[in-house]
C-alpha cells in the first residue's frame, strides 16, 4: 500500500514538473503581493516590521489557494482520478498522497521565498526563525485543508466560488497563531504557545482532512 501511496506523489511531482505555471504562478503571486504592501503602507521601517507577520501570512493563504483548483478537477475531467480510485488505496490515501504533492509543489516553495520576503519587510533574524517554523506548520495545514475543500466541492456548480468561501474561514485560525506568533516575539512575550495551537490544529486536520476528502473524491467518480 505505501509503494502505491508514494507512486501517487511521484506522478503528481513529475506533472507539476511538465506543467509548472502553477507552482511559478503561485511563487509570483505570493512575491508581487508582498512586495505591493509596503508601497501602500508607506516606507516606515517600523510600521513595516510591525504588519510584516500578517503581510506574509495572508499572502501564502492567498497563494496557496491559487492551484487547489486543478487539484482534482483536471483528473476528474480526463477520466485519471477514476483510474487512481482503482489503484486499491483507500480514496482517504489517495487524498492524502494529493495533498502532500501540493505542498511540496506549492507550500515549500512558498515558505523558501517567504524568508527573503521576511527580511525585505526588516524583521529581525530570531523572527524570521519563528516565522519558518510556524509557517511550515501552517503550509501543511493549508495544503491539507484545502486539499479537503478541493475534493468536497468537486463536480459542484460554481466550484472555484465555494472554494475559497469553503477554505479562508478553516484557515483563518492558522494564519491567526501564526501572526500571533511572531507579534509576542516582537514583543519580548511567550511565542511557543502560539505554535503549540498551530501544532494541534495541524495534529487535528492531519487524520480528519484526508478522511473527508476522500469521501469527496467517491462521491464525484460514483
Do not use: Y
Not at 475559497?164 to 491567526?176: F, R, V
Not at 501564526?178 to 490544529?201: T, V, Y
Amino acid at each position: 500500500m505505501m509503494p502505491l501511496f508514494f507512486a501517487v506523489i511521484t506522478r503528481d511531482l513529475r506533472l507539476a514538473r511538465r506543467h509548472g505555471a502553477d507552482t511559478l504562478g503561485a511563487v509570483l503571486f505570493f512575491i508581487l503581493a508582498a512586495t505591493l504592501f509596503p508601497l501602500a503602507l508607506g516606507p516606515s521601517p517600523e510600521l513595516l516590521r510591525h504588519m510584516a507577520p500578517g503581510i506574509i501570512w495572508v499572502c501564502a493563504l492567498l497563494a496557496a489557494l491559487l492551484p487547489l483548483g486543478r487539484l482534482f478537477g483536471a483528473e476528474l475531467e480526463d477520466g485519471s482520478l477514476d483510474q487512481l480510485m482503482l489503484l486499491g488505496l483507500p480514496a482517504s490515501l489517495v487524498a492524502l498522497a494529493k495533498m502532500t504533492a501540493h505542498w511540496l509543489t506549492t507550500g515549500l516553495p512558498l515558505l523558501i521565498a517567504a524568508i527573503p520576503m521576511a527580511v525585505m519587510l526588516g524583521l529581525p533574524q530570531v523572527s524570521i526563525l519563528v516565522l519558518t517554523g510556524g509557517l511550515f506548520l501552517g503550509s501543511v495545514i493549508l495544503s491539507l485543508i484545502g486539499g479537503m475543500a478541493a475534493a468536497v466541492v468537486l463536480g459542484a456548480r460554481r466550484s472555484d466560488v465555494l472554494l475559497p468561501l469553503l477554505i479562508l474561514p478553516l484557515t483563518c485560525p492558522a494564519l491567526i497563531f501564526g501572526a500571533a506568533a511572531l507579534d509576542a516575539i516582537s514583543n519580548g512575550l511567550p511565542w511557543i504557545p502560539d505554535l503549540e495551537l498551530l501544532g494541534a490544529f495541524l495534529g487535528a486536520a492531519l487524520p480528519l482532512c484526508p478522511l473527508a476528502a476522500g469521501a469527496g473524491l467517491r462521491a464525484a467518480v460514483e
